[in-house]
Each structure stands twice: as C-alpha cells, then as structure tokens.
C-alpha cells in the first residue's frame, strides 16, 4: 500500500485529480487467498488499508482481481493445498512452476474452491463497509491466448475444469453480488426488495493488448458466442432465463477492460 499512499503530497494528488483507482497487487489472489480460512479468503493488510483510504476519500475502486493464472498460489491446484514439484514441495505462484501432475485436484474439488473464493472475498466486501466502494470487479483476468485453437490459456483452471472455468467463474461472482447486496443491504442504508444497484459492482473480464484482432477476435468469441451453458444444464436463478448459454447472453458479464 506505501507505494500508492502514506506519502501526503502523492495522497494529496490521488484525492484531487482521482474519482477511481485500482490496486496494483493488493487483492489479487495470492495477497488473500488462505487455505486455513473457511472461505480461503482473508484480506490482506495492505489491501484493507487502500480500501480504508478510497472509502474514507470517497473514491471508487475497481477490485483486480478474483480469478487469474498469475499471482495464483500453488496451493489453490494442490491436494490438501500442497503443491509439488519434482516431488518436492513448492511455495512458488502456480505460473512459475509445473506441478506434478499427481499433486493436482480433481475438477469438482477446484470448482468448489474457485466457488468458496469468490463468495468469500465478495462477501468480505459487503461485511466490512465496502460493497458502496468497489463499483465493479475484474472476475476473470488474462484468460485469452490468441496462439491456441480455442483462444484461451492453457491455465491451471483450464487444465483442470476446462474452458468452462470462465462461465463458472462469472456465475459465482454474479450469485455472490445478488445474494450479498440483499443480505447486507440494510447495513447501507437500502431497502433488499429495492434497488440494490449502488452496492452491485459491475463484473468485467479484463486482459491486455486488446486492440489486436485475432486477440479481441478470441476474447469476443469466448465471452459471446461459446455456449458453455447450452440447454441451461447449469441452474442459478441469476442466470438469464432467455440466454443462449454464454457468458455474457446469460447476463454474467457486463464489460471487458
């Protein structure tokens, strides 16, 4: 947090010239994410003190990030959070190591992280003051690889669940954002039956070097045109009852950064 605040001239800089600011590491995922916590999320302290200071400033935040293949502990991949290596254990993010395979979790145990995560880092925010600061969440960050067939990263999350990691990703976010923004939403002053729309942050999909076609092209396609959910298979009343089954045609997703 020294980085973007404690020096008064640069918090002085940020309150006039800044209605919004993102954190450079402070919420991804490998600051936050604690396997001996029940939701694997507790916040970090620097992540709490720039919260601290956007909300006591009034200025928005735009939480970065709940779901991304870098800054990602091993542990989140790894039977009983212990990831190896050569069959030894590892403490490096799980983009700078390839895990032993057997080390791995199955499709349903990540799935239900990915899910615990997400529900327990949203609920987090609304917990504590902050549903009416962050206005929108980066969901799902960097998951496009123009080089592939189908366009997207060969992750862990990929490699584990599959491309439909993304749909699962978003819809967690979209159920914790609805379920949340009721259940709390008297600690804002707001009605549940209301409108709720002051403390439902946008989610977006977030990556880089978009302006490239064949990029923007992949990024497009999974976000709009794949239909994870075909049929609606996968049941949460948050989806769009007249989606196609796809990210965005089932209302999960409202934007790309």
């Not at 009983?80 to 490096?92: C, L, M, S």
Request: glycine content about 8%.
């Amino acid at each position: 947090a020294n980085a973007e605040i404690g020096n008064p001239n640069k918090e002085k800089l940020i309150k006039e010239q800044f209605n919004s600011i993102t954190f450079g590491n402070e919420l991804k995922p490998n600051c936050n994410f604690d396997p001996n916590s029940p939701t694997l999320f507790k916040i970090d302290n620097s992540a709490k003190t720039l919260l601290d200071f956007a909300k006591e400033n009034d200025i928005g935040v735009r939480g970065h990030v709940l779901v991304w293949h870098s800054q990602t502990s091993s542990a989140f991949f790894a039977k009983d959070f212990a990831p190896t290596v050569g069959g030894e254990p590892t403490t490096q993010d799980s983009d700078k190591v390839t895990l032993d395979a057997e080390c791995l979790v199955d499709e349903a145990t990540l799935l239900a992280r990915l899910k615990t995560y997400i529900y327990g880092a949203i609920e987090y925010t609304y917990a504590n003051g902050y549903a009416d600061v962050i206005y929108a969440w980066d969901v799902v960050n960097e998951a496009a690889d123009e080089n592939r067939q189908d366009g997207l990263r060969d992750s862990y999350y990929y490699k584990i669940i599959g491309p439909e990691y993304l749909y699962y990703s978003f819809l967690y976010a979209r159920e914790a954002v609805d379920m949340y923004s009721k259940q709390y939403a008297a600690d804002y002053g707001l009605d549940p039956s209301g409108d709720l729309s002051d403390i439902q942050p946008a989610l977006f999909y977030n990556d880089y070097n978009e302006w490239f076609g064949n990029k923007s092209d992949a990024i497009i396609n999974f976000l709009t045109k794949v239909k994870f959910n075909e049929g609606h298979t996968i049941n949460s009343d948050v989806i769009n009852p007249e989606g196609d089954g796809t990210i965005f045609g089932d209302g999960l997703l409202d934007g790309i950064g």
